[in-house]
């Protein structure tokens, strides 16, 4: 779902290098927003003379449709950090240098560019109304939350849910999110659309993911927005694991390997050391 971004291929273009969406996807995100979908704020024009503006104009430079989803100071000095399409990039301050990749801190033993990435998919995801979700809870209170992007037609995707039961005996709450992986002009798009529209939602799921027939249904629904905040946020194959509080888990995971990660970073967050477990490998 994305290409990697090369500083040698982005001379001429920056956005030939970011997300790359389908392109349905493309042409949908030229016309204005329908009800439900995300809508992308307008970035906000670079303050002259500060770093951060320096930074945003070379950017812009390389090409001015360029969407910059967050900048910050980076932790290396004299380089402003910004997300673009779900990447990280490295923008000298003065704006003439561009780096992309993972800034790993060797003594810490942590990838801090996946710090601002967790902020990032962080915030996105609190757009996004609880009732769009298709949940999976254990009974009382969860132990842990995760947001779980996912596609009927994914294989792990379907043996993640085999197992949903296992995850909920464990205490984890499983929250789905739509992400059809053909595209928005694909069956499998408007076969998800027909899930989020069934009366029963976690029978339609269940279905689905089990190889039945999804009988059409159309309403108004959030496939599409959450299928925009997905590639955002730098999804790269179903299913994406995100934490509530932005960190993304590699994958599929059997449910005692993901309680045992989630307990770890919990234990992190508790002892004041979030970003570590943002950056953790």
């Known amino acids: 779902m994305k290409l990697p971004l090369s500083v040698a291929l982005c001379v001429l273009s920056l956005s030939a290098c970011a997300q790359t969406a389908p392109p349905d ?18 970035a906000p024009a670079p303050v002259p003379n500060t770093p951060e503006g320096r930074a945003r104009v070379a950017l ?15 932790p290396i000095p004299g380089f402003r950090e910004a997300i673009v399409g779900g990447q990280v990039l490295y923008v000298s301050d003065d704006g003439k240098y561009l780096l992309q990749g993972s800034l790993f801190d060797m003594q810490e033993k942590r990838d801090l560019s996946q710090i601002g990435i967790s902020v990032l998919r962080r915030d996105e995801l ?12 254990p009974v009382g209170k969860a132990k842990h939350t995760v947001n779980v992007f996912t596609d009927i037609e994914c294989g792990y995707c379907q043996k993640l849910h085999q197992d949903i039961g296992e995850y909920n005996r464990l205490g984890i709450a499983i929250q789905y999110l739509a992400f059809p992986r053909a595209g928005t002009a694909s069956q499998d798009f408007r076969n998800m659309e027909s899930v989020w529209c069934s009366a029963d ?21 959030p496939v599409n927005m959450q299928y925009q905040i997905g590639q955002k946020i730098g999804l790269q194959g179903t299913p994406m694991v995100v934490t509530q509080e932005g960190i993304a888990l590699p994958g599929y995971m059997p449910p005692e390997a993901m309680l045992q990660t989630l307990d770890r970073l919990e234990a ?9 477990a943002a950056g953790a490998p």
Request: proline share 5%; with cysteine; glycine share 8%.
């Open 126 to 137: 609190a757009q996004i109304p609880q009732k769009d979700k298709i949940v999976f809870a």
């Open 60 to 74: 812009q430079g390389l090409d001015p449709t360029i969407q910059i989803d967050r900048m910050t100071a980076a």
């Open 268 to 276: 992190q967050a508790k002892g004041g050391d979030t970003a570590k």
């Open 201 to 221: 939602r976690r029978k339609a799921l269940t279905d689905a993911k089990g190889g039945q027939a999804v009988a059409p249904k159309t309403c108004s629904n």
């Open 25 to 42: 996807a493309k042409a949908k995100a030229e016309q204005p927003a329908a009800a439900g979908e995300a809508k992308t704020a307008a």
